[in-house]
């Protein structure tokens, strides 16, 4: 069994910052990447970010960029989101997200509020 626990999220007034983090635990697992997704109130889940082993970056597109960066600590099955000058549309649940060979894992998810 594998379990991600992400934690981070919280209220934040717009032009602020969070942090997510999620950690993996567990054994005989192998990830190959790690990433975030969110789902906005009656919206679909979205990609955010991906970063993946060889440590090359996905983010989803500019409406993240530049404001969001990924990162990832291996030694510790750790991924970071760094979420700066939020906007009240960056608002939802954040979801961690790994995968690898032996399977595609998810975590419980952690609300994000922004206000205006």
């Known amino acids: 069994q594998v379990q991600l626990v992400e934690s981070g999220g919280g209220l934040v007034q717009a032009g602020g910052s969070l942090r997510l983090s999620c950690t993996a635990s567990?054994?005989?697992?192998?990830?190959?990447?790690m990433g975030w997704y969110r789902q906005a109130p009656g919206k679909q889940r979205e990609f955010v970010a991906r970063?993946?082993?060889?440590?090359?970056?996905?983010y989803a597109d500019s409406s993240v960029k530049g404001r969001f960066t990924i990162s990832r600590d291996n030694g510790k099955n750790t991924v970071y989101l760094q979420m700066n000058s939020l906007k009240p549309e960056d608002t939802a649940v954040y979801y961690c997200?790994?995968?690898?060979?032996?399977?595609?894992?998810w975590g419980q998810g952690t609300r994000v509020t922004v206000s205006s």
């Open positions: 997200n790994m995968g690898g060979p032996r399977g595609d894992y």
């Open positions: 567990g054994s005989g697992f192998s990830i190959n990447f």
């Open positions: 970063i993946i082993s060889g440590g090359s970056i996905i």
